[in-house]
């Protein structure tokens, strides 16, 4: 069984950076890719980032390039976002997600994902 644990959220004013951690337990971390999804009240989860196993692919949500920057460090078991430039439309919950594979088409589906964390609260004010 694969825990996910998120970290590092909070309270931020717009232009600043966060950098949240996902910690991984129970099973070798590269055996799996990663990703972040962020959730608001009343809206279906929305997809951030991905990266691979070893953590040279990545990819993006459209509007989130430039600013969002996802990498792993599979000896710490611990994936990353870090976060720049924060806008009150960030505001939302956001939560980690692991999967033993994926495609181009799946990568941004939550349903891909069969373990994900709690989620941490990430909060932008104007």
């Known amino acids: 069984q694969v825990q996910l644990v998120e970290s590092g959220g909070g309270l931020v004013q717009a232009g600043g950076s966060l950098r949240l951690s996902c910690r991984v337990s129970?099973?070798?971390?590269?055996?799996?890719?990663g990703a972040w999804f962020r959730q608001t009240a009343g809206k279906e989860r929305e997809f951030v980032s991905f990266?691979?196993?070893?953590?040279?692919?990545?990819y993006y949500a459209d509007s989130l390039k430039g600013r969002f920057t996802v990498s792993r460090d599979n000896l710490k078991n611990t994936m990353y976002l870090q976060m720049n430039f924060l806008e009150p439309e960030d505001t939302a919950r956001y939560y980690c997600?692991?999967?033993?594979?994926?495609?181009?088409?799946?990568?941004?589906?939550?349903?891909?994902?069969?373990?994900w964390g709690q989620g941490t609260q990430v909060t932008v004010s104007s």
């Open positions: 997600a692991a999967a033993s594979t994926s495609t181009s088409q799946t990568r941004e589906v939550p349903n891909n994902y069969p373990y």
């Open positions: 129970g099973r070798t971390f590269s055996d799996y890719v």
């Open positions: 990266v691979s196993w070893g953590g040279k692919s990545t």
